[in-house]
């Protein structure tokens, strides 16, 4: 770590807060559960929000088995594949045992704790220190050891003040960007529409007749999982059907003799391929374009590969057709089935088909791959700022932990002095808090 700045205190957890490991009352006893005190868990905390509320509760019997943590702690999973996950918990609340906790002493300021465990600096050590064993795990003595920087009180409220004003603006920026996307989503099916409606060119379409009029449509084979190989010809199957392009993170084979004995169910550089169950998924249409770098494939059961004939429908016009709104809508009002939504070929078979002369679908197509290309570049764009605002939090918040992002005032009274007077406190509260018992128990003797 870097040098510390002045007035400042580098310190383990465990001296300037209580630690505390969560704990699960038993699920065998049902009346624990369902009350009003939350219970975190890894999967409810959120490294961007106040958390006020869980998705499980437990009851009031549940409390009485439970380790309470006080409001305004920071819940830190220490286990498992979601170590490091951190939350800001602003109520009185519980957690199971994945997470460690700590409630900084008053007048701590809460909130920059829970800054500096997101900070690189310890969120990286947390990371580090867990992964020395086989199943990643930080216990409560390691946690409680974790070192920690510690600013005067008073510098405390002015880098939480502008680590708050800072950071609403980065997710300000992040929304905006996160919100691009859909945007894009909605200009390209603008475009398609307009292109197969003829509004894009000006120029009329007419009916070319039924899709099987234009194009043949072919429905795969089921092979057999005994009719599989290591290499050879791709199976093109439902899983690999994507949002226009094909998709081959998980894949399958068959022996190129077979594929060669099933030649009528072989892909071809320019085929479309349109999933038959369920074609609709994220109010998308789950229609492909096969390239050359897809071959060598073979269909498979339940994809429908479409190829345009010689002449009246070029195959370019027609995959921007499919993925029109229009031609969506056509699939939506042609389904069968509730829970296993279907397309059947012979359905598809009778969409119409319009159209404009072959020349003008030529030029419509060189139109719609250069508005895409448009979209596509700011969609890079905006890829490229995301990450680079994803990684500006994290710029900030080391800032803020080595004392760079506030300036600083030679009149705060420093860290230690800070320590020395929550120290000293504590002491006193012990010591009463002893006498009290001792009053308690020859209270009850007499």
């Given amino acids: 770590m870097s040098e510390l700045s002045k007035g400042w205190v580098e310190i383990s957890l465990q001296n300037i807060g209580k630690i505390q490991t969560g704990n699960t009352p038993s699920k065998k006893e049902e009346n624990f559960y369902g009350g009003e005190l939350s219970f975190f868990k890894p999967g409810d905390l959120n490294d961007n929000k106040l958390l006020t509320s869980s998705s499980e509760k437990l009851s009031e019997e549940g409390r009485l088995v439970s380790r309470i943590i006080s409001p305004n702690s920071i819940y830190v999973t220490c286990i498992g594949a979601t170590i490091g996950k951190t939350g800001f918990i602003g109520v009185e609340a519980t957690c199971n045992q994945q997470i460690n906790t700590i409630s900084p002493y008053d007048p701590i300021s809460s909130k920059l704790i829970y800054y ?22 930080l216990n409560k003595s390691k946690f409680s050891g974790l070192p920690i920087r510690l600013p005067p009180l008073a510098e405390q409220k002015r880098i939480v003040e502008k680590l708050d004003q800072v950071l609403a603006q980065v997710d300000t920026i992040k929304a905006r960007l996160d919100g691009i996307p859909a945007i894009l989503k909605r200009f390209r099916q603008s475009v398609l529409a307009a292109a197969v409606s003829g509004k894009l060119t000006g120029v009329p379409i007419v009916k070319l007749g039924e899709l099987n009029q234009c194009a043949s449509i072919v429905s795969g084979l089921a092979f057999k999982k005994s009719q599989y190989s290591e290499s050879g010809s791709r199976l093109l199957q ?90 969506l809508k056509l699939v939506e009002l042609n389904l069968k089935g509730s829970d296993q939504p279907y397309l059947n070929t012979s359905d598809l078979a009778s969409f119409d088909i319009y159209a404009p ?14 508005y895409f290309a448009f979209a596509d570049t700011i969609e890079k764009q905006v890829q490229k700022a995301q990450q680079r605002v994803d990684k500006l939090t994290q710029s900030i918040l080391a800032k803020a932990f080595r004392g760079e992002l506030v300036p600083q005032d030679p009149t705060d009274e420093p860290a230690d002095e800070l320590l020395k007077r929550i120290a000293a406190a504590r002491a006193e509260s012990e010591a009463l808090a002893k006498a009290a018992k001792k009053v308690g128990k020859k209270t009850g003797k007499s």
């Fill in 238 to 327: 439902i899983a690999n059907v994507g949002y226009g392009k094909t998709k081959w993170d998980s894949c399958n084979f068959i022996p190129l003799e077979l594929a060669q004995e099933c030649n009528e169910y072989s892909m071809a550089d320019g085929d479309i391929v349109l999933a038959l169950n369920r074609p609709i998924t994220n109010d998308t249409l789950k229609v492909a374009w096969v390239e050359s770098s897809d071959l060598p494939a073979t269909l498979y059961q339940r994809v429908a590969r479409i190829r345009c004939k010689e002449r009246g429908l070029k195959s370019e016009y027609l995959f921007f057709l499919m993925q029109s709104p229009k031609f």
């Fill in 116 to 137: 500096f465990v997101l900070a690189p600096q310890v969120h990286n050590l947390i990371i580090s220190e867990a992964a020395n064993t086989t199943l990643p795990i």
């Fill in 357 to 370: 002369s072959e020349m003008r679908q030529t030029e419509i197509v060189r139109l719609v791959d250069q």
